[in-house]
């Protein structure tokens, strides 16, 4: 499965952003789908997860109250919407699909399939 993330860019701290991921083939229904973000010199960060139904959710303390993550399985797209954006969310961030497990996590190796990321970047 290739994902693609999309809707990044440059925003002023406090802005918003939403970003979509949609696979190139196949539906990702059926997965556990999770956006994880990389600063420069740093290692992959969990930001947030999403069960296969949607309707359980788990997000990074950093983030929590100012990010949601949503799925439109008839869409096949998973959406990261970022408000009240800090510099510190400068970051390249990745969607990333889980077809093994059902539960969610906020480990980088547990999901199998990435995408290429999208930029994002919050001047102050």
């Known amino acids: 499965v290739q994902l693609q993330a999309s809707g990044g860019g440059l925003v002023q701290a406090g802005g918003s952003l939403r970003l979509s991921c949609e696979p190139s083939t196949r539906t990702i229904s059926t997965y556990v789908m999770g956006w994880f973000r990389q600063a420069t010199g740093k290692d992959h960060e969990f930001v947030a997860a999403i069960s296969r139904s949607g309707r359980g959710t788990y997000y990074a303390d950093s983030v929590k109250g100012r990010f949601t993550i949503s799925r439109d399985n008839t869409e096949n797209t998973v959406y990261l919407r970022m408000n009240s954006l800090k510099p510190e969310d400068t970051a390249v961030y990745f969607c990333?699909?889980?077809?093994?497990?059902?539960?969610?996590?906020?480990?980088?190796?547990?999901?199998?399939?990435w995408g290429q990321g999208t930029q994002v970047t919050v001047s102050s």
């Open positions: 990333a699909a889980d077809s093994v497990r059902s539960i969610l996590t906020q480990r980088p190796n547990d999901y199998n399939y």
